[in-house]
């Protein structure tokens, strides 16, 4: 897909995508702020997601879900560690209007006093609910990796931290982060840059330019723990249990050689550890392994759900897969094999609207630019067994592992 970059008067970026004969737009609209930055007050930023878009005439019933569903569309929103994403899929012909419904929550939103503590129950709710299910496994895995990092809290925040936010926080946090600078749009359609750039500009004016951003916290921020086992007593017949390491940031070159060793261990149906832990021998119900990559930090781990029974066994054999990696290299065919798996799992994700608006927005948010699909593709396929190798030997060291797992004793 060929794209546009282009700029507003007050610092947003905006990256337009033409596509013809498409009855629909896409709109992503990125805000870098997350969960890092709220770390005085641990869930504010998704708070402030939860308020924006529900400010909108939220003294009626017409708010902006009921405009833009009257309008053939769809929003969401989301809030990650770095930043918040809203989204608006819409009829073509309703593109505009929709715009401006994304705008007026975006530029003025009516923040009231009881609408802040109605919000703060309901995020309160799902805190209270995220306790009975397997993914705060997550949320424990950082806890556990980092003593000290703005990552290490979870997305929705604490109880106690929800419970001290004020509306004055609220609108300070508003004030603060979202900026011009600190925006990018992404629009994918069949539209037109030049009306585009002077709508959006017209609509998006009463959001201040704020200061350039940059990464907010470094590296040497983040202080790892020594390595430690974490367990939840949980009356269950399934354990989950997650093992890992930390990684690299967004921008460091040892990055696409993670990317390979995720392929290798346990992302897909041929990786190694789903070969011997759930095909050939059935000791586990699933398992995949994920490559977690923030702007400056990053982590590598491995997730599994089995029979209680059987956590030393399994444990065992992922610890002897991650030594595999550092006692021999990896021969040319299995390297080849990974690089094919990256490649069409990318390319997938690539052709659609959704993934490729998240690809150009976070691309140019995070690194300032976008890297063309050649040079994504030539970096993988330069990838040689010697750094797979290395990686190996530098980052899986039993004094940098981190366990959880949650079930029974």
């Known amino acids: 897909m060929v794209y546009e970059q282009l700029k507003l008067g007050n610092g947003i970026r905006v990256v337009v995508v033409k596509k013809y004969k498409c009855p629909l737009v896409t709109i992503k609209l990125f805000v870098k702020v997350g969960s890092r930055q709220d770390d005085a007050l641990p869930g504010l930023a998704h708070l402030a997601e939860h308020l924006f878009l529900r400010s909108y005439n939220s003294s009626s019933c017409n708010n902006i879900y009921y405009q833009i569903d009257r309008l053939g569309g769809k929003v969401y929103a989301s809030t990650t560690k770095e930043y918040t994403e809203y989204s608006l899929v819409i009829l073509k012909e309703n593109f505009f209007a929709g715009l401006q419904l994304f705008s007026e929550f975006l530029t003025n939103p009516n923040l009231e006093e009881d609408d802040i503590e109605q919000e703060k129950k309901i995020v309160l709710e799902e805190i209270i609910n995220s306790y009975s299910r397997s993914n705060t496994l997550w949320d424990i895995f950082a806890q ?80 790892l723990n020594t390595s430690s086992k974490v367990h939840i007593t949980k009356n269950s017949l399934q354990t989950h249990l997650l093992v890992g390491f930390p990684a690299v940031g967004i921008k460091e ?14 992302n ?109 593709l030539l970096e993988i396929n330069s990838v040689g067994y010697n750094e797979v190798y290395e990686l190996a030997n530098n980052y899986f060291h039993n004094d940098n592992l981190f366990t959880v797992s949650i079930g029974k004793n």
């Not at 609220?170 to 069949?190: A, D």
């Not at 070159?253 to 346990?266: E, S």
């Not at 956590?311 to 030594?323: V, Y």
Request: charged share 30%.
């Open 144 to 223: 556990a990796m980092w003593e000290e990092s703005p990552l290490r809290n979870p997305i929705r925040g604490y109880k106690d931290s929800i419970q001290e936010i004020t509306g004055e926080d609220v609108n300070n946090f508003y004030r603060q982060y979202y900026t011009g600078n600190n925006i990018v749009i992404v629009v994918i359609g069949e539209i037109d840059s030049i009306e585009i750039h002077k709508k959006m500009g017209m609509m998006f004016s009463g959001i201040r330019k704020g200061k350039q951003p940059g990464i907010t916290k470094q590296l040497n921020s983040h202080i």
């Open 253 to 266: 070159p040892t990055l696409n050689a993670f990317k390979l060793v995720n392929k290798i261990l346990g």
């Open 268 to 376: 897909g149906m041929s990786s190694r550890l789903y070969r011997k832990l759930r095909i050939d021998s059935r000791l586990v119900y699933s398992l995949s392994s994920v490559l977690a990559i923030y702007e400056d930090a990053g982590y590598f781990a491995v997730w599994a759900n089995f029979n209680h029974e059987k956590k030393e066994l399994i444990l065992n054999t992922l610890l002897k897969e991650f030594d595999s990696l550092k006692k021999e290299k990896i021969c040319e065919e299995e390297l080849n094999r990974a690089k094919i798996r990256y490649k069409i799992d990318f390319l997938a994700n690539y052709d659609t609207d959704h993934y490729f608006a998240d690809f150009l927005g976070t691309s140019l948010m995070l690194t300032d630019r976008i890297k063309e699909l050649e040079d994504i």
